[in-house]
C-alpha cells in the first residue's frame, strides 16, 4: 500500500502504524504503547482551557526524564515528531470542528469482534494528570464526567468491572463518550463537537 493519499498526504493506516511502531520500539513501562493511549492523551489535552508548550507534552508521551528515547537519527526523531503532530492536529480538529472520533483497539475472539476502550482511557487518564485536568471548580460535575474513563482507565475502576455484569459495563461504555464531549464543552461552550459513534475508527 502506498505511504500517501494525494499529495503527501500520509493515509490514516500508514500514519498510525508508524507511531505505534515507534511506541512500541522505544517505549517502556511507563510510556504510552500504542496509538489508542496516545489518541486518548492528546484528547485529554484538548479538553481543557489550559495549554502546555508541546515539549511538556511531548516528553511526557515517553514518562519520566530517562525514559526519553535515544533515537538513531536525527531523521528518525523528526519523523516521529511529524507524526505525532499530525495525530495532535487531527484530534484537536475532531473536537473542534465536531467529528469526535476517539481511536479504539479492536479484539477478535473467536469470530466475534469487541471494541476496547481501555487503552484510549489509560492514555486520557495520563492526560487529564498531566495537565491538571478536573482540579478545582466543580468537584460533582467533574466526578460525574470522568466517572466512565476512570472505570475503564485505572487499575481501581477495572476492580470495579469485574464485579459487573455486561449489561453494566455496555452502559458504561456508552456514556463514555457523551461524558468526554460534556467535559469539552464545559471548558469550550463555542466547540459543537459531537460523537459519531457510528463511524468510530479502530484499530485491529
Known amino acids: 500500500m502506498s505511504e500517501e493519499n494525494g499529495d503527501d498526504v500520509i493515509s490514516e493506516e500508514v500514519l498510525y502504524e508508524k507511531i505505534d511502531h515507534y511506541l512500541l520500539t522505544f517505549g517502556t513501562d511507563r510510556s504510552l504503547m500504542c496509538v489508542s493511549e496516545l489518541d486518548g492523551f492528546l484528547t485529554a489535552l484538548g479538553c481543557s482551557i489550559k495549554e502546555l508548550e508541546p515539549d511538556v507534552w511531548l516528553n511526557a508521551i515517553w514518562g519520566a526524564d530517562e525514559d526519553q528515547p535515544t533515537w538513531d537519527s536525527t531523521e528518525q526523531e523528526d519523523e516521529f515528531l511529524s507524526l505525532v503532530l499530525i495525530?495532535?492536529?487531527?484530534?484537536?480538529?475532531?473536537l473542534l470542528f465536531g467529528d469526535f472520533y476517539p481511536v479504539y483497539l479492536e479484539q477478535e475472539v473467536d469470530g466475534e469482534f469487541t471494541i476496547l476502550v481501555e487503552e484510549w482511557?489509560?492514555?486520557f487518564i495520563r492526560g487529564a494528570k498531566l495537565i491538571g485536568l478536573g482540579i478545582g471548580g466543580d468537584r460533582e460535575f467533574f466526578d460525574e464526567v470522568l466517572a466512565p474513563v476512570r472505570l475503564f482507565g485505572t487499575e481501581a475502576g477495572w476492580d470495579k468491572l469485574e464485579g459487573m455484569v455486561d449489561e453494566e459495563v455496555n452502559f458504561w461504555k456508552e456514556?463514555?463518550?457523551p461524558s468526554i464531549l460534556r467535559l469539552v464543552k464545559h471548558y469550550h461552550p463555542e466547540m459543537q463537537a459531537t460523537s459519531k459513534a457510528e463511524e468510530k475508527r479502530t484499530l485491529h
Open 87 to 94: 495525530m495532535y492536529m487531527e484530534t484537536m480538529n475532531s
Open 121 to 123: 482511557c489509560v492514555g
Open 175 to 177: 456514556t463514555l463518550e
